[in-house]
């Protein structure tokens, strides 16, 4: 797993954890900032015991790297994070999080809590890989202050057995936000909210979803304008085998008639002319294949 060697906070299974501090940021367990900071604990849905307290101070030049890793078997990861972003700070941040091994039926519970405030800037890339038994929890909120913005990654091709992920942005007055689903799936529950609560606010949310062997996929999305705003939903589903099942529900909620909300979605399957084309040419279906998903979760 790239970045992990230089990562700024690591947490293996429940009870390792390695800090390194990087100029302008206050890194923490999350614990510790409960105990340090009374302000952090009307941000927590309960007294912590596992993850981390990000508190960006200055605009940082290198981004700011978690991994929260599981190598043991059976074990329960519980992070219960908190990230603030002060005014007028750009961050960049990438999140890892896997298990080391294939078969370790475990389970890893993220939830978190991202406050952006007035004038700042947020860019995440949140990278999974689980083994085939492992299972996924995962809710995350971002809190965006006036002219706030935040671009969001979700990326994972190495999907567990269950996989429950809710992904919700709440924005200000000309604060922007982009989510970004790109995800294979075994058996997957998944809701990407984004709500337009200040005037001339924007939101889109894009996902990707391939469908393989068994899998069963519910994802919904939804723009919700409570106010003057934009947004725009792009849901597509690739199904790879024909015993896989996705089921997209883009949701579109309009409380102000000056607030435009527009979506677009499909669920597809392979190309046969596609595929034939690649194997024309001297590529193994299997292959072929490979490279037809890769190309649709870029897209």
Not at 166 to 182: P, Q, W
Request: aromatic share 6%; glycine share 8%; net charge positive.
């Amino acid at each position: 797993m790239r970045n992990v060697k230089n990562a700024n906070y690591v947490q293996i299974n429940n009870d390792k954890t390695i800090i390194k501090q990087l100029e302008g940021i206050e890194i923490l367990r999350a614990i510790d900032a409960w105990n340090r900071y009374k302000w952090t604990r009307k941000h927590f849905d309960e007294k912590p015991k596992n993850g981390y307290f990000i508190w960006a101070k200055k605009t940082g030049i290198v981004p700011l790297t978690t991994c929260a890793a599981i190598e043991k078997k059976g074990v329960i990861q519980k992070m219960n994070n908190l990230i603030v972003i002060e005014k007028g700070v750009k961050s960049r941040a990438i999140g890892n999080c896997f298990s080391i091994g294939k078969r370790l039926k475990s389970r890893h519970e993220g939830r978190g809590k991202i406050i952006i405030k007035e004038g700042a800037s947020l860019s995440v890339e949140h990278l999974h890989l689980w083994g085939e038994n492992d299972e996924l929890v995962m809710n995350y909120e971002f809190i965006l202050g006036k002219n706030a913005r935040l671009e969001y990654k979700y990326r994972c091709l190495k999907p567990g057995r269950e996989m429950k992920i809710k992904t919700r942005a709440i924005l200000g007055e000309n604060a922007s936000a982009e989510l970004l689903v790109i995800t294979k799936a075994k058996k997957l529950e998944s809701s990407e909210e984004i709500l337009l609560k200040g005037k001339n606010s924007k939101g889109t949310v894009k996902i990707r979803i391939v469908g393989e062997k068994d899998s069963i996929v519910k994802a919904r999305t939804l723009i919700d304008a409570q106010n003057e705003g934009k947004g725009h939903l792009d849901c597509q589903g690739l199904i790879v085998e024909k015993n896989a099942s996705i089921e997209l529900i883009p949701v579109l909620k309009n409380s102000c008639r000056k607030a435009i909300l527009t979506h677009e979605a499909s669920i597809g399957a392979i190309n046969d002319e596609e595929l034939a084309y690649l194997m024309s040419r001297g590529i193994a279906k299997k292959n072929a294949i490979k490279l037809i998903v890769n190309g649709f979760l870029k897209s």
